[in-house]
């Protein structure tokens, strides 16, 4: 009988060099891409009125942003934990303490889902309270000031 060779190929001997064989490399995240995500998730708390230059309107129980959504949110970025602080308007007669919780539990959750960073650091500064009346009324006024100067 003729000489016979083997030529079998170990595919596991294959797959452990591959999985042996990492690509190497880095993922960051600009401040701004930290400061959309807690940005638009900010728009699902209740009672948060307004991140310094960006107001919400609370439209049937539901918010949404009118303006940029990273405005007023200033974030320390790391490799593997975030630092956030804002200034912030309130609704009138809205628990402020419980406003601070939501905002610090959204933004961890979302920023933590999307980036797998540890936001460590939430930092707000009420610097008002508004009514429902004041905040219809910054609305209109927001709104004529809008409409003048695409005149």
């Given amino acids: 009988m ?3 060779t083997s030529k079998t190929v170990s595919t596991n001997g294959v797959n452990e060099k591959k999985d042996q064989q990492q690509v190497s490399g880095e993922l960051t ?40 959504v990273t405005s007023g949110i200033d974030t320390e970025v790391g490799k593997e934990e975030v ?12 628990d402020a303490e419980n406003i601070y919780e939501q905002i610090k539990k959204v933004a961890a959750e979302q920023v933590k889902k999307m980036t797998h960073l540890d936001v460590v ?20 006024s927001d709104e004529q000031q809008s409409d003048e100067s695409d005149n």
């Fill in 29 to 68: 995240f600009e401040d701004k891409v930290i400061q959309k995500i807690i940005g638009i998730a900010l728009e699902k708390v209740d009672g948060l009125l307004r991140v310094d230059g960006g107001f919400f309107s609370n439209m049937a129980e539901r918010i949404s942003n009118s303006d940029d």
């Fill in 83 to 94: 630092a956030v602080d804002l200034d912030v308007v309130i609704e009138y007669r809205k």
């Fill in 2 to 4: 003729a000489d016979q």
């Fill in 121 to 140: 650091e939430v930092n707000v500064h009420v610097e008002d309270i508004k009514t429902r009346e004041e905040i219809e009324q910054d609305k209109k």
